[in-house]
């Protein structure tokens, strides 16, 4: 049987210190050669809107691991309209069919016989998968007695974030900027309460960020939103888009680190129709781009942590890049846990699969 797990099943059973464990994992097989993926895939296609620009976007990852033998493909089928909010900043809305909706789905394949495991609404996957990978690099990359935490944004990735930091740091105070006062203040009366540490809502990024030792970025905005002559010894620093921190800021930290080399030499973007189309959504979306170059992965210093941190004074900045190992893994957690605890709906398997008629060969 499959199951089809929607995101209240997968929030019901997810556990964020477990996400982060069995991310870790993740990563330790990439390091070795057990895990592969395929990057990102983009395509394109321009629609009539509202925005300053809009248009169909079909993205998509693949990735395989060993242990256990699984291989998750995802997939997102939106519209994305860029608009100008009260600060006349650019950002985006991303929607299907109506406002407040949003088709996304990863399916999960045993690879051991190729049978389907499940079908999963992605929202909750996607948060859990890049907070636990934050979670990760926050264990290897800031310092072992961090305990201060600055956050910009105050959404699902930011919640799923300070959930990862405490999974792997003993926090003791948190400050929170969004540009929505009740936003922010909701946050951290949350936050407060699930956690129970001290979480501070602060009028601006600056405030957010100054003498933090852990620093995340989770926002939706179209342009940076890391102050950059805020970095400071010790910091750490990780993102959830390319474009929040600034290629000037990147210049003022000691060390950089990518997710992974693969994903960032070989994505791909394709465009129906209009080639200014994809210029315009790489403006937007983030055309500066974080450059891998040289630096070291998180794979790497997984394997190596001496790779990683080597003194208290550096200021580290991770770039957390999207791979599709990491909804092999989470899918394998929340699918497990979700046969263990009887939830989700059955599917017959044998409805994926079809007869193979070979006698024209």
């Keep these: 049987m499959a199951l089809l797990i929607d995101n ?54 693949i990735g395989a691991i060993l242990d256990p033998p699984r291989l998750a493909f995802r997939f997102v089928s939106d519209i994305y309209s860029w608009r100008r909010d009260k600060d006349d900043k650019l950002r985006e809305i991303q929607y299907n069919v109506e406002e407040g909706k949003s088709m ?8 051991t016989n190729g049978e389907i ?57 948190v400050k929170v900027y969004s540009p929505t006062v009740s936003h922010r203040e909701e946050f951290a009366n949350q936050m407060s309460a699930l956690l129970e540490i001290d979480v501070i809502p602060v009028s601006s990024p600056e405030k957010a960020v100054n003498d933090a030792d852990i620093v995340a970025t989770c926002t939706n905005a179209g342009a940076p939103v890391f102050p950059e002559d805020c970095v400071s010894e010790g910091m750490f620093v990780v993102d959830t888009k390319s474009n929040e921190v600034s290629s000037s800021a990147e210049s003022m930290f000691d060390k950089i680190i990518g997710t992974t080399r693969e994903a960032y030499l070989a994505s791909e973007d394709y465009v129906v129709g209009q080639k200014s189309l994809l210029e315009k959504h790489k403006e937007l979306h983030g055309k500066r781009g974080f450059e891998m170059k040289d ?36 899918c394998d957690l929340v699918h497990r846990r979700s046969v263990e605890e009887g939830l989700g709906v059955e599917i017959p398997s044998d409805w994926f699969q079809q007869d193979l008629d070979r006698s024209y060969s």
């Design 8 to 61: 209240e099943t997968a929030q019901k059973v997810l556990n964020i210190a477990d996400a982060v464990e069995v991310m870790e994992n993740a990563f330790i097989q990439l390091g070795r050669g057990d895990a592969a993926f395929q990057p990102r895939t983009d395509v394109l296609s321009p629609v009539d809107g509202r925005g300053e620009l809009d248009y169909y976007w079909w993205h998509s990852l």
């Design 104 to 111: 996304g789905f990863v399916l999960l394949f045993d690879s």
């Design 117 to 173: 495991l499940g079908l999963l609404n992605d929202e909750a996957l996607q948060h859990a998968r890049v907070g636990a990978t934050a979670g990760v690099a926050c264990k290897y990359l800031s310092r072992n007695d961090a305990d201060t935490v600055g956050i910009i944004g105050s959404g699902g990735m930011a919640k799923v974030y300070l959930e990862s930091f405490s999974a792997v740091r003993e926090l003791d105070q």
């Design 295 to 330: 630096y070291v992965t998180l794979s790497e210093i997984i394997q190596d942590p001496s790779k990683g941190r080597n003194t208290e004074d550096e200021s580290i900045y991770c770039n957390n890049r999207s791979t599709g190992i990491q909804f092999a893994a989470i």
